[in-house]
């Protein structure tokens, strides 16, 4: 497959795509389509340097302003989808319309900070103290890193970049290696908006194309104030602790495992079509994939059995093919860490329909999966772990207590939803005592959030909230001000000092 007209068309300067070691290949046909020359850490270095001093310039040009490059960067967005859509399938082996809908994701995200831009309000607090006014100003946290994945490449980055811009800081982006490209096309696209947009320092953006030892780096440099890290939850686990040793911010959007309850009452074909798209969509590579369903036993037979008609109906294949409903895997490991977790289901009693190897003519290297559907006897160890791979695994339950329960008995916290027409049963799923997740949904699957809403999760998710609501706090620090206009000099707590 030739990227360069698409590279080319969306800015990328095509003359280095061949001019280093790291290898990047399409998972549509396992071939190399780009050797990218990796970063070294003193390069790194030297674009923190960048960054910090981007950042400095960067503070101090009004929010709206800066709310207005985001606006422009948006707008570039709209005009390159289709390219930056397609160059996301080649890249990550999503479909179409998965491509398309990421980009929509960033413009969306762009839309929000824009409006943001002039909404970063403060409180106004009263102050116990005779003519004195408090107030809490939101200012610049600085530079920010964000380390991303390969199965969202530029969405993500998208929700940390145009927030942190639009906060006033700058942006250091380590991208997954396995989707560099796109990490290259959003930074060229966001050059030429220089063009239009005389204030924009150098160093507002900066990419490192390489390994860990990038991702290490961030989390180490005191330069970084804020480090926004997406991918499993052991790349959270090893980075964190850095980021804590020098007490510095990390917002983490780590793994989920995350499931869906049907009640009796739930609207079947509904019901259907929401897991369809959740567990299988994206050939079950989201965070936030619909990785178990937990189904009261009235309806389980029903429903397992709608769900083998649709598992085998699914087209998997091509995914520039507008047929194609689920693409490749990642890459062969990923293919590996599938049939090892569907030969562990075996053993431990499930029943296991699709999961089979599916042959792609054209593209016999790539890893192509019919997604699964198992039935389990319990939540095994192997259901309570994420693997990152379209299978569904099924649990029945008697009581809704005993489904909640279920529900929450995993490490992972971030996505959640339930089937219900029963008014009660989705408070219940709702409430205090319902799910543990960051996000919970009722007739929704739990994936395909919508930008608007803050987005991540608890437990070994990590805790970070990314993208919509008050997100943006996170990056940027607050300032608790105290004015006191009196002439006077009175003490909080009514204290008395004085010679
Ligand atoms: C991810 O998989 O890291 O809610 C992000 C969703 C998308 C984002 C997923 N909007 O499924």
């Not at 220089?194 to 440099?221: H, K, M, S």
């Not at 897991?275 to 389980?300: D, K, M, N, Y």
Request: with cysteine.
């Amino acid at each position: 497959m030739d990227v360069t007209p698409l590279l080319a068309r969306l800015g990328v300067a095509t003359d280095e795509l061949e001019s280093g070691e790291l290898p990047v290949r399409s998972p549509i046909d396992a071939e190399v389509i780009a050797r990218l020359a990796p970063h070294s850490c003193a390069y790194a270095g030297v674009a923190l340097d960048r960054a910090q001093e981007a950042f400095f310039a960067w503070r101090e040009v009004p929010p709206p302003r800066r709310g207005d490059m985001v606006r422009q960067y948006g707008n570039l967005l709209r005009r390159h989808k289709a390219d930056l859509g397609e160059l996301v399938s080649i890249e990550a082996g999503k479909i179409r319309q998965e491509g398309l809908g990421e980009v929509q994701e960033m413009i969306d995200i762009c839309d929000f900070a824009v409006g943001l831009s002039r909404q970063l309000h403060g409180l106004t607090i009263a102050s116990e103290r005779p003519g004195h006014r408090m107030m809490e100003q939101w200012h610049p946290a600085g530079v920010v890193g964000v380390v991303s994945a390969f199965n969202f490449p530029v969405a993500v980055w998208a929700w940390n970049a145009a927030l942190a811009w639009v906060c006033g800081d700058s942006v250091v982006w380590k991208p997954s290696p396995r989707t560099p490209l796109t990490a290259l096309a959003c930074a060229a696209l966001f050059d030429s908006l220089r063009a239009e947009f005389d204030e924009l320092p150098q160093g507002l953006l900066e990419v490192l194309i390489g390994g860990n030892e990038l991702a290490t780096l961030l989390a180490d440099d005191r330069r970084v104030a804020v480090l926004s890290a997406t991918g499993s939850t052991a790349m959270g686990k090893a980075l964190a602790p850095r980021v804590a040793a020098r007490l510095g911010r990390s917002i983490l959007e780590l793994g989920g495992n995350n499931a869906a309850i049907v009640c009796p009452s739930a609207d079947l074909t509904l019901t259907e079509r929401a897991i369809l798209f959740a567990a299988a969509g994206t050939a079950g590579q989201r965070c936030t994939s619909l990785r178990r369903l937990i189904v009261q036993e009235s309806i389980a037979d029903g429903l397992v059995e709608r769900l083998r008609g649709a598992w085998g109906r699914i087209t998997v294949g091509n995914p520039l093919d507008p047929a194609t409903l689920v693409g490749p895997l990642i890459d062969a490991a990923a293919g590996a860490k599938m049939d090892q977790a569907l030969a562990e289901a075996r053993a431990a009693g499930g029943t296991v329909w699709g999961g089979e190897t599916v042959r792609v003519p054209g593209c016999e290297d790539a890893c192509y999966r019919r997604p699964a559907l198992v039935e389990m006897p319990e939540q095994t160890a192997l259901v309570k772990k994420e693997t990152f791979a379209p299978i569904l695994y099924v649990l029945r339950y008697r009581t809704l207590g005993e489904a909640l329960t279920l529900h929450n008995d995993v490490p992972q916290g971030l996505a959640s939803s339930i089937f219900t027409r029963d008014l009660t049963e989705s408070e219940r799923f709702l409430s205090t005592t319902g799910s543990d997740c960051g996000i919970a949904n009722v007739n929704i699957g739990p994936s395909g959030a919508e930008i608007g809403g803050a987005f991540g999760g608890e437990k070994d998710t990590g805790g970070g909230r990314e993208s919509g609501s008050d997100a943006w706090k996170a990056y940027m620090r607050r300032a608790t001000c105290t004015i006191n206009y009196s002439g006077a000099l009175p003490l909080a707590q009514g204290i008395r000092f004085g010679l």
